[in-house]
């Protein structure tokens, strides 16, 4: 079965064409790299013919509100209409769990905006809903620095390796569509500064971790479970964040 991978050259694509390779099936990586853009529509014609399914794990050169909406809006819809019209019978596509529960989250609120847009359009879909990636925590206790000290607010965090992701989308690919939404995540819960700290540690960086009940995640300010799956909705993954620590530091 051909299946085309967009965003199929980075972190998450390239594990999940390897994975769908591995399973016997023809797993094209589309991206701009590879003469694919999916904003201007560019290669999706010389890409298409023949694609069975179309995975979306593509990502958006810009963070900022508009410029991430806009990225999403209009690479979905250009996917969605070359996909009508080469008979594509499955279109899947990767996002977050609890975005609705961060109304003021810019890349949440593209993400949903995705999501409504293909579940307004008559191709058969999957979305495939994970938690955050343990490749991610450098960056997000980065971004949570002020000064020498990392504020992250002590809420439930339960992040999974980009390995897991990558299996469940995969498999995800190859069997029917689900005409609705599955969610992933990883095995433990932790308190997200608490996982932090450790990480940290681990890599023999100095940096205090502080536990802000108000400190913002990218601009939002948390609840207790915004970051987590509802108790029995999510399969969970396998990769505990210990191991995946020893083997990555």
């Not at 010389?46 to 990225?71: I, M, R, T, Y």
Request: aromatic fraction near 8%.
């Amino acid at each position: 079965m051909k299946i085309v991978v967009i965003g199929g050259t980075g972190l998450i694509g390239g594990k999940v064409c390897g994975k769908l390779g591995d399973l016997g099936h023809e797993a094209v990586p589309a991206a701009p790299s590879t003469g694919v853009d999916t904003l201007t529509g560019a290669g999706l014609a010389d890409v298409l013919p023949g694609a069975q399914v179309v995975v979306d794990v593509s990502n958006s050169p810009s963070f900022e509100a508009s410029a991430v909406l806009d990225f999403f809006a209009t690479s979905t819809r250009n996917l969605l209409a070359f996909e009508a019209a080469e008979g594509v019978a499955h279109h899947l596509a990767l996002s977050i769990v609890g975005i609705e529960g961060l109304p003021d989250n810019g890349y949440f609120r593209a993400k949903l905006a995705q999501e409504q847009l293909i579940k307004q359009e008559q191709t058969p879909y999957t979305i495939i809903r994970a938690t955050q990636f343990f490749e991610f925590v450098k960056g997000i206790a980065d971004a949570a620095t002020s000064g020498d000290t990392v504020r992250v607010p002590p809420v439930l965090f339960q992040p999974m390796a980009a390995e897991d992701v990558a299996e469940a989308v995969a498999r995800a690919a190859v069997e029917p569509p689900l005409k609705g939404t599955a969610e992933v995540a990883g095995p433990e819960r932790f308190r997200f500064d608490e996982l932090v700290a450790e990480a940290l540690r681990a890599w023999h960086d100095p940096r205090p971790v502080v536990a802000d009940p108000h400190a913002r995640y990218y601009g939002s300010e948390l609840a207790e479970r915004s970051l987590v799956p509802e108790e029995g909705r999510a399969r969970l993954a396998e990769t505990r964040f210990a191991d995946w620590l020893r083997r990555t530091t």
